[in-house]
């Protein structure tokens, strides 16, 4: 990695850091730079606009966790839906671990303050659920296909139902700014 790219990971990072835990309209162009340690203009330099930026910090939270999805969710030494509840049960911990830094599901809070505005913001969060939901819903039907779990619902509507719920829990941390009234039930 160059300079220059190093420079606009760093910003990257660093706005992210803020945008996790003051949402995007929170997170003034002018945060972002100081957390980072650079002149407003540096942000310019790297980003065309907050908005797109936005985008980059999405695929920065959401990419490494759509990856660590897919392994856990794949890994053989574990039977399908006990490779979902495992995934789930350490989401859940991350988030207890993270509960008292102010934390918030940066996809919730940038689908609640912008889907309907930004076109580019809103695409991308329905491609990374999308993305999520796929790789619930193939896990469940590994189940369905190994007799774990009925057929009399189709793996894709449970898919939606299990990810709506997990990102409706998430709703409800930021409301409630806990985890354990909201995430106990959550893959007992």
């Known amino acids: 990695?160059?300079?220059?790219?190093?420079?606009?990971?760093?910003?990257l990072n660093a706005g992210a850091a803020v945008m996790l835990h003051r949402g995007y309209n929170g997170a003034g162009v002018q945060e972002i730079v100081a957390a980072a340690g650079v002149p407003k203009g540096s942000f310019y330099n790297y980003f065309e606009s907050k908005e797109l930026f936005a985008v980059e910090v999405l695929n920065t939270i959401y990419e490494p966790r759509l990856r660590r999805m897919t392994a856990a969710l794949a890994a053989s030494d574990v039977a399908p839906l006990g490779r979902l509840r495992d995934f789930y049960h350490q989401a859940r911990e991350v988030l207890q671990s993270r509960e008292e830094s102010g934390y918030q599901c940066f996809i919730g809070s940038c689908s609640h303050e912008l889907s309907d505005v930004s076109e580019q913001i809103g695409a991308r969060i329905s491609q990374l659920l999308d993305e999520?939901?796929?790789l619930v819903r193939d896990c469940l039907q590994q189940a369905a296909d190994h007799g774990e779990l009925s057929t009399d619902v189709s793996a894709e509507y449970l898919a939606e139902a299990i990810c709506n719920s997990w990102h409706g829990a998430?709703?409800?941390?930021?409301s409630h700014k806990t985890l354990n009234r909201w995430m106990v039930f959550y893959w007992r």
């Open 1 to 11: 990695m160059n300079k220059r790219q190093q420079k606009r990971e760093h910003i």
């Open 132 to 134: 999520e939901r796929v």
């Open 170 to 174: 998430m709703m409800r941390l930021k």
